[in-house]
């Protein structure tokens, strides 16, 4: 039996606990968030958003959020709320950071995990994500091992700090059968 060398190991966090975030994990979440959308790749938000504007949208009145802690503190957070108000809040909405220093081990599977099970407990009946950015490889790998579809492609939607304009994926899963 061979053993896995170093660079085909799966580094897992030894333990990952996930909870509400709490007023004190503010300067936290910011930290990630900031460091998430400097790289220009994944969400569409300007570099320079200001501290008060992404905790204000990350922390919004009708989004609940949660942080994920490993043995390293809070490595990352995620959102979760309805898609559209009224006749479409059946439907999720969610929105993953992890921090940089801490990808690679799973972190993002764990909070995905979570999520789904969250929306399902909350009552939703399908998860949409609208705006999956399609270099964003180990989002759309994670997303289609979960069972989410590509419902849509939205061609060049996304400017890229690297690569130009990049297509966008609508992804899609139902969480409860359709009765």
């Not at 085909?8 to 975030?21: H, W």
């Not at 200001?50 to 994920?68: E, F, Q």
Request: hydrophobic fraction near 40%; proline fraction near 4%; charge should be positive.
């Amino acid at each position: 039996m061979t053993r896995p060398n170093r660079r085909n190991r799966v580094r897992q966090p030894r333990l990952v606990q996930i909870r509400r975030a709490r007023k004190e994990d503010r300067q936290t979440i910011w930290q990630i968030f900031h460091a998430v959308i400097a790289g220009g790749d994944s969400y569409v938000f300007d570099s320079n958003i200001s501290r008060r504007k992404a905790l204000a949208y990350w922390l919004g009145p009708k989004t609940r959020c949660y942080v994920a802690l490993s043995d390293h503190g809070i490595v990352g957070s995620y959102i979760l709320k309805a898609n559209q108000p009224g006749l479409g809040s059946h439907v999720a909405n969610a929105g993953f950071m992890v921090s940089p220093s801490a990808r690679g081990r799973g972190i993002g599977r764990a909070m995905a995990e979570h999520c789904l099970h969250e929306a399902r407990r909350l009552g939703f009946r399908a998860m949409q994500f609208n705006f999956v950015v399609a270099t964003n490889r180990t989002a759309l790998r994670l997303w289609k091992d979960l069972g989410f579809k590509i419902v849509g492609t939205l061609p060049g939607a996304f400017r890229h700090s690297r690569r130009g304009f990049v297509d966008v994926y609508v992804m899609y899963l139902r969480l409860r059968p359709v009765v």
